[in-house]
């Protein structure tokens, strides 16, 4: 066997589900990544591409066995392993058994000091097909996921059956089980075209090619992407169109196809009339349908679709496009039938069947939420967000409605267009733009990425729908709330989104007092103290504000010196990031370390002090020592500028140049001053001018979490 060749193990099922394979590729290399460092087996990469059939996993240049090892392994002391007689105890003869070690080999040695009993362990490292043959099964047995199956004696479980498995060490077969599948050189090839016959693979070099020549599967999954992407582009082109690929829906129809075909289908024009998202909708969430839209700026649809198939047969085409039309021509009928249904009647009527719905176990209904961010806008958050007597009206009205169109049959049908169907109803029942625009906008972001709500009317909206949701459900002392991956109520996404609005908005927004009003609407419908409530959500509110700063590449120790600072983080979170990109020009500034050290130092000074909040009108000067020219006078005044400079709105740039600028009163107090003077009256005075100093470094950053 030639060393450090690459390995190939193709474990081949029935169709496999989407959603499984979209976490396999992460999963199963870092499982395969760890086992290998385990084993000691040293390579160059893992990699692996799937199929809906098939799994197939790259190892490049993999070492051929494990290293022999010799080593001293020190045991248990000497005093441990051997009783007062010199003989072995208990602890000697486990420790000898662990390692296959006899008594008399044990031998002792001097560590650090102490007498220790070691050995000597000998083990001849294992060859690559042993290593793999154990260990890779287990690995891929491992995977995570749901409804996994049981098919045959054997009784293992996987996500589909397993009914062949590849497995390569350069052109040699390692030997490997998994269930009753014996790994062989052979492969299936595609279900339609080459089912019948296996591929022979002659090597892992060979094993792509061999099995997109002879096995019509393209296994590659980036480029059966590309390729996917670079035939839908081309097909809308010659329809006159033009396509947005998606991603989300490009991953889904990547991992169901082998070798993907492009077939376009064409709709009635009628269908046109309904809204774009509709449309959109019943084709990408529910058909995988890539829509082909206009090449004019307009960008409205043209009625044709392209699907991405796995029968490449040109003789199958015409049977399977007059199948996928059928189906959406059936899906669109009943759209456009719940669209006109929905609109014989005002969208503000909908909002009494409202009370029906029940928002969440325990928290009264829709209805009753709706009336809560009405309430939460007019009486605080109108004031927040800048709204004028009209706006503040629109808002009003717009949360009064924003929940309406879950009443209608489309919304029920089709629940990914919440926000979306209201907008159009809204328009249709004659309400103002800017209402409509509201009802849409408070669902966003829908997703990582999404746009966020622009207009201050929808800004309010959104924020108010989401701090009510948090308070409600944190109100809750059996609330579903998020552990670990799981997060049932979306309350990760919810407070990102929230935060984005007010980042991206740039909006100044005191989180503690608005959280405050949104308890206090729920009334009798909290089951716990507004104290235990707003603490639990600031805490999770927090986590995922510093995982937004960490995701913008903000040094760790920044952020937490800006989210520890004296400064609430809560006031503006606008502010934070402010204080953070001042912080971080600072770090570059020679002035840096100086002002660091002088800030370090007081906190240290005045750990055991236990001072709360200190004020400069408590200092008496006249107990200065070296009067108001001394170094306690020169730092009072120091200290004094900087209350001015905080007092006049000055930013965080600024405070930290004024830091740099008073540092050598700083500096020159500490060389000449007692802080623990033997007189008590002076000794507090000093204290009471550290500790305002300490406040003033606290607006900016806790400077003892810096690292430097």
Not at 462 to 475: N, P, Y
């Amino acid at each position: 066997m030639v060393a450090n060749q690459d390995y190939l193990l193709e474990v081949g099922c029935e169709e496999l589900p989407a959603p499984f394979l979209a976490t396999v590729p992460e999963e199963l290399g870092r499982r395969v990544e760890q086992m290998l460092d385990a084993q000691q087996l040293t390579h160059e990469g893992v990699h692996v591409d799937l199929t809906p059939r098939r799994i197939a996993l790259f190892i490049k240049a993999l070492v051929d066995r494990q290293p022999d090892i010799d080593e001293v392994v020190k045991g248990p002391p000497a005093s441990v392993a051997f009783d007062a007689q010199g003989q072995p105890t208990k602890a000697a003869e486990g420790f000898a058994r662990k390692f296959g070690a006899e008594l008399a080999d044990l031998k002792r040695e001097t560590i650090d000091g102490t007498d220790y009993v070691v050995c000597r362990r000998q083990e001849a490292g294992q060859p690559v097909q042993a290593v793999l043959a154990e260990q890779l099964p287990q690995v891929v047995l491992g995977l995570p996921g749901s409804h996994f199956m049981m098919w045959d004696t054997s009784e293992i479980r996987f996500s589909r059956p397993i009914r062949w498995l590849l497995s390569l060490y350069g052109s040699e077969v390692l030997p490997l089980t998994i269930g009753l599948c014996q790994a062989s050189n052979r492969t299936m090839g595609h279900r339609f075209f080459a089912q019948t016959q296996p591929v022979v693979v002659p090597s892992v070099d060979a094993y792509k090619q061999q099995l997109h020549e002879q096995g019509a599967v393209m296994v590659d999954c980036a480029a059966r992407r590309q390729a996917i992407v670079e035939m839908v582009r081309a097909r809308a082109a010659e329809l006159g169109g033009t396509v947005d690929t998606h991603d989300d829906l490009l991953d889904t129809v990547t991992m169901i196809v082998e070798t993907p075909s492009i077939i376009d289908g064409r709709f009635k024009e009628a269908f046109l009339e309904l809204p774009k998202p509709v449309i959109e909708t019943v084709m990408i969430a529910h058909q995988k349908y890539f829509p082909v839209q206009s090449a004019s700026s307009d960008g409205g649809l043209l009625p044709y679709f392209l699907t991405v198939s796995n029968n490449p047969n040109p003789d199958a085409v015409p049977q399977i496009r007059a199948g996928n039309e059928k189906v959406l021509t059936a899906r669109l009928e009943d759209a456009a039938f719940f669209f006109n249904e929905d609109r014989k009647r005002p969208l503000a009527e909908y909002v009494e069947n409202l009370k029906g719905m029940a928002f969440q176990k325990g928290l009264g209904s829709v209805y009753d939420k709706s009336v809560r961010l009405a309430t939460l806008i007019e009486n605080g958050l109108a004031g927040c967000f800048g709204l004028g007597e009209e706006e503040t009206a629109q808002a009003v009205r717009a949360a009064h409605l924003c929940k309406a169109d879950l009443a209608t049959q489309m919304v029920f049908e089709l629940t990914e267009l919440q926000g979306v169907m209201g907008y159009h109803y809204a328009l249709h029942s004659g309400e103002s733009p800017v209402v409509a625009r509201a009802i849409e906008d408070h669902y966003t972001p829908r997703f990582y990425g999404d746009r966020v709500a622009k207009h201050p009317v929808s800004q309010a909206v959104s924020v108010a729908d989401k701090l009510d949701t948090l308070v409600a459900v944190f109100s809750q002392p059996d609330a579903k709330l998020p552990t670990g991956s799981k997060d049932p109520m979306g309350l990760r996404r919810l407070t990102n989104g929230l935060l984005a609005t007010l980042i991206q908005n740039q909006r100044v927004l005191d989180l503690n007092h608005a959280l405050g009003l949104a308890f206090d609407n729920l009334g009798d419908l909290a089951s716990d103290t507004a104290a235990n409530t707003l603490s639990r959500i600031v805490d999770f509110m927090l986590q995922r504000f510093k995982g937004y700063l960490l995701e913008q590449q903000y040094r760790y120790d920044l952020v937490d010196a800006v989210l520890n600072a004296q400064a609430s983080a809560w006031t503006d979170v606008n502010d934070v990031i402010a204080r953070l990109e001042a912080l971080k020009a600072f770090t570059q500034n020679p002035e840096f370390v100086p002002v660091y050290e002088s800030a370090n130092r007081t906190s240290r000074i005045l750990e055991a002090a236990g001072l709360q909040a200190c004020d400069l009108k408590d200092i008496d000067a006249s107990l200065f020592e070296g009067g108001p020219g001394g170094a306690e006078g020169q730092l009072y005044d120091a200290v004094t500028s900087l209350q001015t400079a905080i007092e006049s709105g000055l930013d965080a740039a600024g405070l930290l140049d004024r830091f740099a600028a008073v540092n050598g009163a700083v500096i020159r107090f500490y060389d000449e001053v007692l802080v623990n003077a033997d007189e008590a009256a002076v000794k507090k005075n000093r204290f009471t001018l550290l500790g305002v100093l300490r406040q003033h470094y606290g607006q900016v950053a806790d400077f003892t979490a810096l690292v430097v």
